[in-house]
């Protein structure tokens, strides 16, 4: 029997044609510790997947458990829409203390909902409350979320096709190295603001992710981003980062815009934050940009208290100090110098590799070469998937906690793969 033989035939006859990960990973997993997934017949997976960056600590962390765990054995609030919560005071005082204050950011928190594209959904309403016009400007191959005000900033084709209806109000700019540096940076887009004549409409603001994670794993400059930021400030266009995916320290520090010593207007917040998988969004913004009214913007669920938990209890394990950030950018050396030495092996398979902190990409010629490496990672047990416009690019996300061994162990299962295949 082989992996693809594996058809538990309740998924395909009960769940939607919609899912996707379980097509890639044709196995029934049944417990997760740390960095590794454990199938139903005890057979063990490294997670460079990692919730596609919602489990930078790994999976059941010990210390977010056992706070999880003491709260629900408390009768702790579960639900609490927008209520005040001793959960939620905590975390909220937390993140001030520890996040917040250090960074002299003075961004007021919102709770919009327990999802990504939730934060970017508020981001975008809030951008075009405050300053009265429609039109937000994304990039070439980004990707904030699938609902419909999401994805209209989306640039994936494919995800864009199952909207069903028009998405307007977002006009696309080239991201940084997108014209292989065959124009000045945004020499386009200053063209555009600068002439009447142009049909761009002024815009509300622009939404930027500083590493493109679903785009290939595309990452901006600092000084690109640094300009950006300019460019947002001259033209009274509001800056969005979108950190949903890279903020929590993926990229090293806390949020991945702080390396340009930029600060966006707004930031979309999400994954990772909870610390613990459990769903939970922010979006944050400068303060004199809260001009909701009460309920104006709300949810359910935007009240998710046992991820108020946990979210704390990450943020007093990990960012008390630069321990855990320091060690990302040691590991992204080690992450950068194996992808080198593998390149330069396999230079007919492979042809480029790019990351920072701990996301990388190891882009093929064509998304056939980067699902047959990944499909023979699997095979030897590690979990990745593919990213790019053609997914033709080998996405490396694992936790931030995975042990030295685990990381060589999971570049070395990359490397067999790639061999394999090429």
């Given at each position: 029997?082989?992996?693809?033989?594996?058809?538990?035939?309740?998924?395909?006859?009960?769940?939607?044609?919609?899912?996707?990960?379980?097509?890639?990973?044709?196995?029934?997993?049944?417990?997760?510790?740390?960095?590794?997934?454990?199938?139903?017949?005890?057979?063990?997976?490294?997670?460079?997947?990692?919730?596609?960056?919602?489990?930078?600590?790994?999976?059941?962390?010990?210390?977010?458990?056992?706070?999880?765990?003491?709260?629900?054995?408390?009768?702790?609030?579960?639900?609490?829409?927008?209520?005040?919560?001793?959960?939620?005071?905590?975390?909220?005082?937390?993140?001030?203390?520890?996040?917040?204050?250090?960074?002299?950011?003075?961004?007021?928190?919102?709770?919009?909902?327990?999802?990504?594209?939730?934060?970017?959904?508020?981001?975008?309403?809030?951008?075009?409350?405050?300053?009265?016009?429609?039109?937000?400007?994304?990039?070439?191959?980004?990707?904030?979320?699938?609902?419909?005000?999401?994805?209209?900033?989306?640039?994936?084709?494919?995800?864009?096709?199952?909207?069903?209806?028009?998405?307007?109000?977002?006009?696309?700019?080239?991201?940084?190295?997108?014209?292989?540096?065959?124009?000045?940076?945004?020499?386009?887009?200053?063209?555009?603001?600068?002439?009447?004549?142009?049909?761009?409409?002024?815009?509300?603001?622009?939404?930027?992710?500083?590493?493109?994670?679903?785009?290939?794993?595309?990452?901006?400059?600092?000084?690109?981003?640094?300009?950006?930021?300019?460019?947002?400030?001259?033209?009274?266009?509001?800056?969005?980062?979108?950190?949903?995916?890279?903020?929590?320290?993926?990229?090293?520090?806390?949020?991945?815009?702080?390396?340009?010593?930029?600060?966006?207007?707004?930031?979309?917040?999400?994954?990772?934050?909870?610390?613990?998988?459990?769903?939970?969004?922010?979006?944050?913004?400068?303060?004199?940009?809260?001009?909701?009214?009460?309920?104006?913007?709300?949810?359910?669920?935007?009240?998710?208290?046992?991820?108020?938990?946990?979210?704390?209890?990450?943020?007093?394990?990990?960012?008390r100090d630069d321990t855990l950030r320091d060690r990302t950018l040691a590991?992204?050396?080690?992450?950068?110098?194996?992808?080198?030495?593998?390149?330069?092996?396999?230079?007919?398979?492979?042809?480029?590799?790019?990351?920072?902190?701990?996301?990388?990409?190891?882009?093929?010629?064509?998304?056939?070469?980067?699902?047959?490496?990944?499909?023979?990672?699997?095979?030897?047990?590690?979990?990745?998937?593919?990213?790019?416009?053609?997914?033709?690019?080998?996405?490396?996300?694992?936790?931030?906690?995975?042990?030295?061994?685990?990381?060589?162990?999971?570049?070395?299962?990359?490397?067999?793969?790639?061999?394999?295949?090429?």
């Amino acid at each position: 029997m082989t992996l693809t033989d594996i058809a538990p035939s309740v998924f395909e006859t009960v769940e939607s044609e919609v899912r996707s990960y379980c097509r890639a990973w044709p196995v029934v997993f049944e417990q997760a510790r740390g960095s590794r997934l454990y199938d139903e017949h005890g057979r063990s997976y490294l997670d460079f997947f990692a919730g596609a960056g919602s489990l930078n600590y790994g999976h059941n962390n010990p210390v977010l458990k056992r706070a999880l765990l003491d709260y629900l054995a408390g009768d702790g609030v579960t639900h609490g829409l927008d209520m005040s919560t001793t959960a939620k005071r905590d975390f909220l005082e937390t993140f001030r203390s520890v996040v917040l204050e250090p960074r002299a950011l003075p961004y007021k928190v919102m709770f919009p909902g327990p999802t990504g594209t939730n934060a970017v959904e508020a981001a975008l309403k809030l951008a075009r409350k405050v300053t009265g016009r429609e039109t937000v400007v994304s990039f070439t191959n980004a990707f904030h979320g699938m609902s419909l005000g999401s994805l209209a900033a989306t640039g994936n084709a494919a995800k864009r096709a199952g909207a069903g209806v028009p998405l307007p109000h977002v006009t696309r700019m080239p991201y940084d190295h997108y014209l292989d540096g065959r124009m000045p940076d945004f020499l386009w887009f200053e063209r555009l603001l600068a002439d009447p004549g142009s049909g761009l409409d002024r815009p509300a603001a622009v939404i930027v992710e500083t590493v493109q994670g679903e785009g290939g794993i595309n990452v901006a400059r600092a000084e690109w981003l640094r300009g950006l930021a300019d460019l947002c400030r001259r033209h009274d266009m509001l800056l969005i980062v979108d950190d949903v995916q890279m903020g929590c320290g993926r990229t090293g520090d806390f949020f991945s815009f702080e390396e340009a010593g930029i600060t966006p207007d707004i930031v979309a917040l999400s994954k990772s934050i909870s610390g613990y998988g459990l769903p939970m969004a922010l979006c944050l913004f400068r303060p004199e940009l809260d001009q909701w009214q009460p309920g104006e913007h709300n949810g359910t669920f935007r009240g998710n208290n046992p991820a108020f938990v946990t979210a704390t209890a990450a943020l007093d394990t990990y960012w008390r100090d630069d321990t855990l950030r320091d060690r990302t950018l040691a590991r992204a050396a080690r992450v950068e110098g194996a992808l080198g030495d593998l390149l330069g092996e396999n230079g007919r398979s492979a042809v480029s590799f790019r990351g920072r902190g701990l996301v990388w990409g190891l882009e093929f010629a064509d998304g056939k070469q980067a699902a047959a490496v990944c499909r023979r990672a699997f095979e030897l047990g590690l979990l990745l998937e593919t990213s790019g416009p053609y997914d033709e690019v080998v996405k490396l996300l694992p936790p931030l906690t995975a042990t030295d061994d685990e990381l060589d162990e999971g570049l070395g299962i990359l490397a067999r793969s790639v061999r394999h295949t090429a």
